[in-house]
């Protein structure tokens, strides 16, 4: 088997088991009753009551021997701590920026960040932004603006950057409101898009175009490495990179770096804001004390500290990211197989099914996507994530919805913690409820948040 698997029909995972979690099992009828006491809200049910969690690729990954050998041994200074020091070079080595801030987690990064550059009246555009980044651009009274590809909002077009930004759209975008543009956005994967990647070579002409303006370009690196690695096998021209050099070299295009290493610094917390720009940095220091601790910590022990240093050493073997991107592609040939609609071609951390695809009798505004998520729960046990009307839909002044392009559900899949025994498992409950989807109804709101409505929203089923 050697090197293992692309393309193969099993999965081998490159790593043995040496400490277990127990599933908490249960039956259909307990989950009946716990997801109606939880308002056919999936986040308001406990993890207890989950028996295959891919609610979040976040903060969610198993750490290996290694990170739990460094953590036993990291130093808690507040000032000055080893770990730091050894992160930070390590960061240095991945991105080449000089500057390396931790953070407690991404949002945090976004925040510091933004509310020290962007003002009212601001424009961010972007490929797409993640919910939090446009949040957090939103409270400081700017805009963020998602400019992605045709190809991108097409779920079933094969294409293989789907992540990629529309150059000409932002040309005119800089063209028109440039003198309100502080900085350009490049979310890579694109999560929001379906966790689809960039091409190195969108981002060397958004990086260009970019500088062209004289705009610094700010990538969102949360899954830099699954990134790199869809550039090793997609893109021509790379295939004899290492992972770790083509992240260098996209680095090497962009100004400054947010990160959440929840995702690719295998992680259960933590983050970090990468610059160049020392002006800037000294700023951003005294906001980073005021608000998550002493920049030799930002927020987090220091044990989370090494934990993320030796995940970001971690997450760029070859090994690791062949398996980690072939998990995600084993599943959606399966339900592509079984005509599932499942956006395509496989992005690298989730699969994204269209839920009012997968429900063509159910209308928008009875939110298929809470019937799916609703159905993987009762039937299997599984947790999966709405984002798509309740997610992203919004109201009109006189109360309509206005509903978003796509009507999707994510299966985001935690790193190195489920086998391929779970994820065969995950795709046959797929399957079986899309054999009889027709017996399912849809839902109203019970009681309806104004913003992020897919966390505290809960709903009634309609009954036929
Ligand atoms: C693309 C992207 N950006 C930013 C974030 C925010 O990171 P965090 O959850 O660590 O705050 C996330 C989290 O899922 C993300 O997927």
Known sequence: MGQQNQGSSILFEPFKIKSVEKLHLSTPKQRRLWIEEAGYNVFSLTSEQVVIDLLTDSGTAAMSDEQWSEMIKADESYAGSRNFLELEKTAREITGMEFILPVHQGRAAEHLLFSTILKEGDIVPSNSHFDTTLANIEDCGAQ????????????????????NMDVDKLKDLLEQKGERIPAVMMTITNNTGGGQPVSMKNLEAVSSLARQYGKPLIIDACRFAENSYFIKKREEGYKDYTPAEIA??????CDIVTFSGKKDALSNIGGLLCLRDRELVDKLKTKLIVTEGFPTYGGMAGYSLAAMNQGL???????????????????????EAAQVPVLVPAGGHAIYIEASKFFPHIPRENFPGITLTTELYI????????????????????GNHIFPPLDLVRLAVPRRVYTEAHMGYVVECIKEIYSERGRCNGFEFDVEYPIMRHFRSTFKPITA
Request: net charge positive.
């Open 144 to 163: 963020g603006i998602n400019l992605p590809t045709e190809e991108g909002t097409s779920p079933f077009l094969k294409h293989p950057f789907k992540g």
């Open 248 to 253: 260098r070299k996209i680095f090497s295009l």
């Open 313 to 335: 050493k971690e997450v760029l073997d070859e090994g690791y990211l062949k398996y980690r991107l072939r998990t995600i592609e084993w599943m959606v040939e399966r339900l």
């Open 379 to 398: 039937r299997g046990g599984i947790r999966g994530c709405e984002l798509g009307t309740v997610a992203f839909g919004k109201r009109d002044k006189d």
